[in-house]
């Protein structure tokens, strides 16, 4: 969250919570999680709207799992599930977690890192075909970034414009990077094919690899492309 207006109200409201273990306390009642939604949602429209823009995008992974939630506070959100081919996004959270433990809260094992893909994943497929929901693969954003990012600004109700698939935004991809999260280091650079595949067999050994492709296979979701079509 790079937003400096969002950021204060964020930490503003966290301080406000009593101090406690790591469940909501009970006073935080559905009413209040209500009107914290709504609240959230007003200081993330006049950050746009104070930025010169008409919209805005909130990408925290969990939110996934918090869809009714959302949709409860804000009626007229749009989700964007982007999905990644299970051996590479797997690789990647495997090796992330184990390089930065302190930043994903503790390393994790293979097994782990599957089950979280098979989760998530199985999630989305919940929602292919309802309208509020977009499904970007990411293979093909690779293979056709300007016709997949075209299609995703008519989800949104955005003009398409090339810059959006270009280096030329160095002055705002520099805010989007985090200086301690080296992981978001190349998030300004173009899509290219060599940002996607290849992780699976440079990330794992052999004997992770079987886990992966093993837990993948009883999914039945080892195929992004049969999910979406």
């Known amino acids: 969250m790079t937003d400096p207006v969002v950021r204060e109200f964020l ?9 406690g273990n790591a469940q909501l306390p009970s006073a935080l009642s559905s ?4 009107g914290y939604g709504h609240r959230f949602q007003q200081c993330l429209d006049d950050a ?9 995008v909130e990408k925290t992974p969990q939110h996934l799992h918090r869809i009714p939630q959302i949709l409860r506070s804000i009626e007229n959100a749009r989700f964007v599930h982007v999905l990644r081919s ?3 996004a797997i690789a990647s959270l495997f090796k992330v977690t184990s390089e930065y433990p302190d930043r994903w809260g503790g390393s994790r094992t293979i097994e782990d890192c599957a089950s979280r ?8 497929a919940d929602y292919v075909g309802d309208r509020r929901h977009h499904m970007l693969v990411y293979d093909e954003l690779v293979a056709d970034p300007e016709a997949v ?4 600004c008519e989800f949104v109700g955005l003009p398409f414009d090339a810059v959006m698939i270009s280096d030329s935004g160095d002055a705002y991809w520099s805010s989007v990077a985090e200086a301690d999260a080296a992981w978001t280091a190349n998030a300004g650079r ?4 060599g940002t996607a595949g290849g992780k699976f067999a440079s990330y794992l050994d052999s004997a992770q690899q079987r886990v992966v492709d093993a837990m993948l ?13």
Do not use: H, N, Q
């Open 190 to 193: 173009p899509v290219s094919s």
């Open 86 to 88: 299970g051996r590479d």
């Open 31 to 34: 009413l209040f999680v209500a």
């Open 11 to 19: 930490e503003r409201k966290l301080k406000e919570l009593p101090d």
């Open 149 to 152: 990012t075209r299609d995703l």
């Open 117 to 124: 893909w098979i989760t998530d994943v199985s999630i989305s």
């Open 48 to 56: 746009a709207r104070a930025g010169g823009k008409s919209l805005w």
């Open 217 to 229: 296979a009883t999914s039945g979701l080892a195929d992004i492309d049969d999910l979406v079509t």
